[in-house]
Antibody, heavy 116, light 107 residues
Framework: EVQLVESGGGLVQPGGSLRLSCAASGFTVSSNYMSWVRQAPGKGLEWVSVIYSGGSTYYADSVKGRFTISRDNSKNTLYLQMNSLRAEDTAVYYC??????????WGQGTLVTVSS | AIQMTQSPSSLSASVGDRVTITCRASQGIRNDLGWYQQKPGKAPKLLIYAASSLQSGVPSRFSGSGSGTDFTLTISSLQPEDFATYYCLQDYNYPNTFGQGTKLEIK
């Protein structure tokens, strides 16, 4: 069974950093394209970033230069390093594999709150 | 970035109704479009990929159509569990972009 479990969310001050993790089971992270999507409280979905099996990465303009997506193949885990956090980064962050293809799976999400 | 304009933003309907939600892209995206269902406090669930392909396990009352710039999601006969928010997503290029969502409520 495919499962994605996010962790690492929490309360952080503006300008701070946080690293989110997404532990995968039932498939190999390095063989899929993996994405992060976020949802601010009461708002719609916002695509954040993707990493392909070959290592190519893409980012939303709103996070480019501040966020870095990566993976650890030995741990079968996806990461999102978030630096220079702003209040507008407050959201539930979801990881997903094959976001718009057959077999897409999403995690349950982890809440990031940026506030002083 | 490609803009995805979804309509309506909200919709009231009854069990058994046929419902259609539309999504328009600001430029052509071939058939690189997915439809998601999200219930409160839950992760989104992919219903349709490649504009018209039904995700495994999704009831056949859900269908998608369209290509280029105009797309539709149709629910042929609403069931109580279908009341949720629906989003489209273009994965034609990066950044991927979602529509603003359609909240489907019980009349």
């Amino acid at each position: 069974e495919v499962q994605l479990v996010e962790s690492g969310g929490g309360l952080v001050q503006p300008g701070g950093s946080l690293r989110l993790s997404c532990a995968a089971s039932g498939f190999t992270v390095s063989s899929n394209y993996m994405s992060w999507v976020r949802q601010a409280p009461g708002k719609g979905l916002e695509w954040v970033s993707v990493i392909y099996s070959g290592g190519s990465t893409y980012y939303a303009d709103s996070v480019k230069g501040r966020f870095t997506i990566s993976r650890d193949n030995s741990k079968n885990t996806l990461y999102l390093q978030m630096n220079s956090l702003r209040a507008e980064d407050t959201a539930v962050y979801y990881c997903a594999n094959e976001i718009a293809a057959a077999g897409s799976n999403w995690g349950q999400g982890t809440l990031v709150t940026v506030s002083s | 970035a490609i803009q995805m304009t979804q309509s309506p933003s909200s919709l009231s309907a009854s069990v058994g109704d046929r419902v259609t939600i539309t999504c328009r892209a600001s430029q052509g995206i071939r058939n690189d479009l997915g439809w998601y269902q999200q219930k409160p406090g839950k992760a989104p669930k992919l219903l349709i990929y490649a504009a018209s392909s039904l995700q495994s396990g999704v009831p056949s009352r859900f269908s998608g159509s369209g290509s280029g710039t105009d797309f539709t999601l149709t629910i042929s006969s609403l069931q109580p569990e279908d009341f949720a928010t629906y989003y489209c997503l273009q994965d034609y290029n990066y950044p991927n972009t979602f529509g603003q969502g359609t909240k489907l409520e019980i009349k």
